[in-house]
Nanobody, 121 residues
Framework: QVQPVESGGGLVQSGDSLSLSCAAS?????MSWFRQAPGKEREFVAGIAWRNGYKDYADSVKGRFTISRDVYRNTVDLQMNSLQPDDTAVYYCAATLENTRYLKTAPYKYWGQGTQVTVSS
């Protein structure tokens, strides 16, 4: 499995929590979550380096979202707490082979199909 495969997502209410999971083959340097809301550009949400667990977050989700990796299941999970309507978007998992700490701007060659997250007010 080369392309990341997302799972999770759905419809929740404001303040609720939701977890996303991304499965991919071992070997990527880093994996990240991006999101794209209707009419907006795709934006970086959170990323994690596979080997050392280095993490980075978008300012808009710091303190609410947590990214983690499971080296046994080869998955990267995104725990989203205190969700708000502004978090509504299609969430994509992406993977890169580039060895860089700049996870926001790394060249992500491998992308999942995306999973919808909708937060109602």
């Amino acid at each position: 499995q080369v392309q990341p495969v997302e799972s999770g997502g759905g419809l929740v209410q404001s303040g609720d929590s939701l977890s996303l999971s991304c499965a991919a083959s071992f070997g990527f340097y880093a994996m990240s979550w991006f999101r794209q809301a209707p009419g907006k550009e795709r934006e970086f949400v959170a990323g994690i380096a596979w080997r050392n667990g280095y993490k980075d977050y978008a300012d808009s989700v710091k303190g609410r979202f947590t990214i983690s990796r499971d080296v046994y299941r080869n998955t990267v999970d995104l725990q989203m707490n205190s969700l708000q309507p502004d978090d509504t978007a299609v969430y994509y998992c992406a993977a890169t082979l580039e060895n860089t700490r700049y996870l926001k701007t790394a060249p992500y060659k491998y992308w999942g199909q995306g999973t919808q997250v909708t937060v109602s007010s």
